[in-house]
């Protein structure tokens, strides 16, 4: 069985053909680019996948279970989390709780265990905060811990929603455009970074990137989209050299006249 | 073993005011004073966690406020004394000093059932189109009220002092203040774990960034209904209270104007501040006391200072801080932000 299947998947956005025939099979222990110019319809697979959209048409199979009309939480509670392409952190709360919270699907107790503090809510509580804490070590946050996300630097607040996606274990992290608006040395981490998790936390890996130098050094495989069609795939060396991958980024090599 | 000082203060109070109650150290017109302080602490914590921590915008408190004093009256009514409209009790008047709580949290539960009118929308629409959702249920309880003459209509519904002095005659205690010191206590130890665990924590995600939250696991909507029918059903129960304090009760007490007032409480002691709002309910009470001899004109003074108060402190006094943020010494008596491993 392999971890993601996703069989035809297509969504309008009524007369907008957003995402057109889709097809990904991952077995797991991939690492996969997205890659596309822009309103190719990256983010809207992402969406789709996260269940924050319903497909038009196809289905989204995660380990063989169908995840159609599964709300959001729940297909992240299957076993995949991701990261948003702007940064979507809980600025009121610490870092510390940023990295529990998300863990609200495993919690396992509801008001009356909270409220009596039963046996169920301290050791989940317990649980959570160890998890917490270790991915804090992890990822060299502890420092931060009781700082406010919007009070840390741009680089480690990507590092902390990544962190946050990764306290949930996931067996799929689906990470949005992790290297948008960072300068060449936080990129740089980024890739090491991406490369660590991987061999850290045993997990499959899907990326959208704009950042090339980010796709072609840590992506075994690249799918690339545009209009929402797949126009090409293939490990980074057979991208570079797709006739309509560079003819969807930089145009026809032939002059217009003629047209 | 912090947390246990701040527990056995507030016992400690609560022994000091009902024996003081009880030895007639202080007269009927303060310790009403002290249980309207301790429903309005009741009403303006539990809208907190709707206005404060979860970041929505409810104006229709006294709604929900209005459900729990009409059951629980009524059904103390019905079941304790002998009334026109319900002819002698169903019970023994005796037993009112036990089934008191429990009409008191059916009044609670039916109080948190009408929240749904509010929770349910809360799925597919926020901000200041659900407070327009919170101000019609609020009207809609109110009408409703006003016409099941069966319950008084418009003219309102008595006979509560009944059970209170039932109570009385079984044992002899302050009971109207016992409960409200009770339900006081319990409704902020409640409030106060919901929002220091991980999982009441939801809400403030929720506030925060509703999409992250969901994405992240969180389940919005079952949050929603948890956050909205604890508020309202701890509303219900300081309406309950309420109508036993003043043993009259009419549906023109539970208008917007009872909304507001709550409001104020909230925006004046800080949103998402515990301590803020029971702070801010002792001091409106007083204030609002000391300002009857003003009448009418309080209602200018009272907006007044609202508008003040959104001009220079919109945050209110402890806008998203506790007292022991502000005063760390206090960290002695109360831990509100719980030591973290």
């Not at chain 1, 380990?63 to 009309?69: H, S």
């Not at chain 2, 002819?87 to 009409?103: C, E, I, K, M, R």
């Not at chain 2, 389940?219 to 009259?248: N, P």
Request: glycine fraction near 10%; charge should be neutral.
């Amino acid at each position: 069985m392999s971890l993601l299947e996703i069989r035809n998947m297509t969504r309008f956005f009524g007369g907008l053909r957003a995402v057109y025939d889709f097809n990904l099979r991952l077995e797991g222990g991939e690492l996969l680019g997205l890659i596309g110019p822009n309103g190719a319809g990256k983010t809207t697979v992402f969406n789709l996948v996260s269940g924050f959209y319903e497909p038009s048409d196809g289905e989204i199979l995660f380990e063989g279970k169908n995840t159609a009309g599964l709300r959001p939480h729940q297909v992240t509670g299957l076993g995949m989390a991701r990261t948003f392409q702007n940064i979507r952190l809980w600025n009121s709360l610490t870092v510390f709780d940023n990295l529990c919270i998300s863990q609200h699907y495993h919690l396992g107790y509801g008001l009356w265990d909270t409220v009596l503090k039963t046996h169920a809510y301290r050791q989940s509580e317990q649980r959570v905060k160890k998890t917490a804490d270790r991915l804090l070590e992890t990822l060299g946050l502890s420092h931060y811990a009781r700082e406010y996300p919007k009070n840390l630097p741009y680089g480690l607040q990507r590092r902390l929603e990544i962190g946050r996606a990764l306290s949930l274990q996931p067996k799929l992290l689906l990470l949005d455009e992790p290297a948008a608006g960072m300068n060449p040395g936080e990129v740089e981490d980024l890739i090491e970074l991406i490369r660590w998790i991987r061999k850290e936390f045993k997990v499959t890996i899907w990326l959208i990137e704009h950042h090339m130098r980010v796709v072609m050094s840590v992506c075994e495989q690249i799918k690339v989209l545009d209009f929402g069609e797949t126009i090409g795939e293939g490990t980074p060396e057979q991208i570079k050299k797709n006739r309509r991958v560079i003819q969807a980024y930089l145009g026809d090599e032939e002059p217009i006249h003629d047209a | 073993m912090r947390r246990f000082t701040s527990v056995s203060l507030y016992g400690l109070l609560c022994v000091l005011l009902i024996a003081a109650a009880q030895g007639q150290w202080i007269d009927a017109y303060v310790q009403i004073i002290i249980m309207f302080i301790g429903i309005n602490i009741i009403l303006s914590t539990s809208l907190n966690l709707i206005n404060g921590y979860m970041g929505e915008f409810s104006v229709g408190h006294a709604g929900f406020m209005a459900v729990g004093a009409y059951i629980t009256s009524v059904l103390n009514v019905w079941f304790f004394t002998s009334s026109k409209v319900f002819g002698p009790p169903l019970l023994t008047p005796s037993s009112a000093v036990y089934l008191f709580p429990v009409t008191l949290l059916l009044g609670g539960v039916g109080a948190a059932l009408v929240g749904l009118l509010v929770a349910v929308p809360s799925f597919r629409t926020r901000g200041d189109y659900l407070a327009i959702i919170t101000l019609a249920v609020n009207y809609i309880v109110k009408s409703s009220i006003e016409n099941i003459q069966a319950i008084g209509g418009a003219r309102g519904f008595m006979g509560m002092q009944n059970t209170v002095n039932s109570m009385k005659e079984s044992w002899n205690l302050p009971w109207a203040l016992v409960w409200v010191l009770v339900m006081v206590g319990a409704t902020i130890w409640t409030i106060y774990r919901f929002v220091n665990s991980t999982y009441g924590k939801g809400i403030i995600a929720v506030r925060d960034d509703e999409i992250a939250a969901e994405i992240m696991s969180v389940d919005t909507q079952r949050m929603k209904l948890v956050a909205f029918m604890l508020s309202s059903g701890l509303a219900g129960i300081a309406g309950g209270l309420f109508a036993h304090v003043l043993g009259y009760i009419n549906p023109g007490t539970f208008t917007i104007m009872k909304s507001t007032e709550v409001l104020v409480m909230v925006y004046l002691g800080g949103m998402g501040s515990l301590s803020g709002s029971v702070l801010s309910a002792i001091a409106l009470t007083l204030v609002l006391e000391l300002f009857r001899p003003l009448q009418v004109a309080k209602w200018v003074v009272v907006p007044l200072l609202l508008i003040l108060l959104m001009l220079f402190r919109p945050e209110g006094f402890l806008g998203h801080r506790e007292l022991s943020d502000v005063f760390p010494r206090l960290r002695r008596w109360f831990s509100p932000q719980e030591r973290q491993s």
